[in-house]
């Protein structure tokens, strides 16, 4: 496996993204050019493609709701926990001062940065870019969805 960094931390599931999203544009594709020249059937091919649409973006709402919604609760308390036994204090008492994004981008960071790297979003208001681009030895996060 590639060493994990800012650059390629982003991950992709084959079957749905290389798969499922290439047949249902090609299926939307197909329907709207029938629609456009299939004179004869141009309502049936406008409530295929329309159904098409359908189908792609609900996938999609739904995929990214339930797993990013679940994997937000571990993120989070997986950084309580690595914050408390680094500190031996609750990230709770400033998780209210940083957003999930920031949380979340925080938890790329080593242990020897960790504690640094939140004082420092804290102070300076770093954005979850400016974080993962502060981070020098990067902690990859190998089961993010």
Known sequence: MQHQSYKNHIRYYPP??????????ILLGTALYKYFTDD????SWLIIA???????????????HYALTLQN??????MRLRY????GKR???????????????????SDEELEDLIQRTLAD?????????????????????
């Open 40 to 43: 004869a059937n141009n309502a």
């Open 16 to 25: 749905h993204h290389f798969v499922f999203y290439p047949v249902i544009a």
């Open 91 to 109: 990230l709770e008492d400033i998780e209210n001062k940083i957003s999930f994004a920031q949380l979340a981008a925080l938890r790329f960071a």
């Open 125 to 145: 208001k770093l954005s979850p870019t400016q974080i993962k681009e502060s981070i020098k030895n990067w902690a990859p996060d190998l089961m993010r969805v």
């Open 84 to 87: 408390f036994q680094l500190t």
């Open 50 to 64: 329309l159904l098409v649409t359908l189908t792609g973006w609900l996938s999609f709402m739904m995929r990214q």
């Open 73 to 78: 609760r571990i993120v989070r308390l997986e």
